[in-house]
């Protein structure tokens, strides 16, 4: 079976750093994706892991522990445009599957 | 620059009714996807394709159905749409990453949506 778990919501503090958490169980594994997605638009591609450790990209980075069957997405330096969802994803042999998403509401 | 077209962008359906969205896209993807999502659910998968002339069911695939004739197109057909149905449709497509060394990361790109409603 595949399981994707994430916070269904986070709030944070504009210039501040929030970690968002995502653990997972699938039958394979051949990636981790993390998507951003704003209120009415579509997702768009934030970061990927496929081998352990971390990977930086300015203010995102993105962690994967393979044999925990963890990830978190780090930003940093917040901003009002970073409240969106923050959907994980997995790559499950060919095909993407999504955890829920985490709403992350940034205030000033 | 198209990237991923999907049509229409908003449809009203009467239960029963049966239904085409279209999805192309112009990147010469092997991959592509039909997601819905719905209030607190995320993204669910329906049916994917690794090419043309291949399809397969994703999580939720009832009701559904799919073909790939050419590398381009991915439409997405609903036999006799249900209230349940109702949802927003997200096609999306990638490259297909083979090892993880090759530099593709196989990332998804997403059309900008359909919203459908079943009375």
């Known amino acids: 079976g595949q399981n994707i778990d994430q916070p269904t919501e986070m709030t944070a503090t504009e210039g501040a750093i929030v970690q968002i958490n995502c653990t997972y169980q699938?039958?394979?594994?051949?990636?981790l994706f993390w998507y951003q997605q704003h209120a009415g638009e579509a997702p768009t591609f934030l970061s990927y892991?496929?081998?352990?450790g971390l990977e930086e990209k300015g203010r995102f980075s993105s962690f994967l522990s393979r044999s925990k069957g963890y990830s978190y997405l780090l930003l940093k330096e917040l901003q009002m445009k970073d409240s969106a969802s923050y959907l994980c994803?997995?790559?499950?042999?060919?095909?993407?599957?999504f955890g829920a998403g985490t709403r992350l509401a940034v205030h000033p | 620059n198209a990237g991923v077209t999907q049509t229409p962008k908003f449809q009203v359906l009467k239960t029963g009714q049966s239904m085409t969205l279209q999805c192309a896209q112009d990147?010469?993807?092997?991959?592509m996807s039909w997601y819905r999502q719905d209030p607190g659910m995320g993204l669910r998968l329906i049916h994917y394709?690794?090419?043309?002339?291949?399809?397969d069911q994703g999580e939720v695939p009832n009701g559904y159905n799919v073909s790939r004739s050419t590398t381009e197109d991915f439409p997405l057909r609903l036999l006799s749409a249900a209230p349940s149905q109702t949802s927003v449709y997200f096609c999306?497509?990638?490259?297909?990453?083979?090892?993880?060394?090759?530099?593709?990361?196989?990332?998804?790109?997403f059309g900008e949506g359909s919203r459908l409603t079943v009375l």
């Open positions: 990147m010469n993807h092997e991959y």
């Open positions: 699938t039958s394979g594994f051949n990636g």
């Open positions: 892991n496929v081998l352990d």
């Open positions: 994803a997995v790559r499950d042999i060919s095909k993407l599957i």
């Open positions: 999306a497509s990638s490259a297909i990453a083979e090892t993880s060394r090759n530099g593709v990361t196989g990332e998804l790109f």
């Open positions: 394709s690794v090419g043309a002339g291949i399809t």
